[in-house]
């Protein structure tokens, strides 16, 4: 009777002991998860700390409705303005009224708009999303690339959005690229894209964002397939220390 609860006593005190060694692969694998989740997050948020426009493309003797937008601050200090300088090419500049913005406009000798400062009526927080927006026109002889350059001013710090890719580089590689419109060919119906509402921009604003910087896109992919890849080198150690 006692040789029988003893080897009972010791095949439940093994039972016990193998425990912790399948704990172990547990904590790797949810290890694992985490280390994905947060490729997955932060690799795209980094891949979109620039300023953007939509639509970036336009027909020559166009006429349409840019929206600049960020989700960045300066160093995470939140942004109080952004001076956005015109390219030439322009025939009519006309930024749109917004309740969360106060609009400057500066003009050159020609009369025409040469600068617009939108400045914040309560700083944008850096993480949340911020834009601003302007009607244009474009003539016929508009150059095939319009840049903007972008300076936003923080409560602490600048960046200034200026750079411009040379023939043949990614705009993307550049750490503070300027917003860029390329135009096209006039085409006959140029005119039906100048009837857009801003109540139909405004609905199409996120998706022209995510179409014309595909990068976040990408590198959110790889950050998932790297959380995948942890999480089956996990659950192999898992199965093998079973």
Known sequence: MRSSLFTSANRSSAGRSSVPRRRLPRRALAAGA????????????MASAHVTVSPDELA?????VLTFAFSHGCEESPTTSLRI???????????????DWSID?????????????????TPVPNGLRGAVSMGIGLDEDTPETLAFPVVQTCETGSTEWTQLAEDGEDPHSLDAPAPV?????????HAEHGTATGAENAETDSDDDAAADPTPVVLGSAG???????LVVSVMAYRRKA
Do not use: N
Request: proline share 5%; net charge negative; charged share 10%.
């Open 34 to 45: 985490v280390t994905g989740a947060l490729l997955a997050i932060a690799v795209p948020a």
């Open 60 to 64: 020559a003797g166009d006429h349409g």
């Open 85 to 99: 300088t015109m390219p030439d090419g322009l025939a009519s500049v006309a930024p749109t009224v917004d309740s």
């Open 105 to 121: 406009v500066e003009r050159g000798d020609d009369g025409l708009v040469s600068a617009v400062t939108y400045t914040a009526v």
């Open 181 to 189: 419109v390329h135009v096209g060919a006039a085409s006959g119906d």
């Open 224 to 230: 998932l397939v790297a959380g995948l890849a942890a």
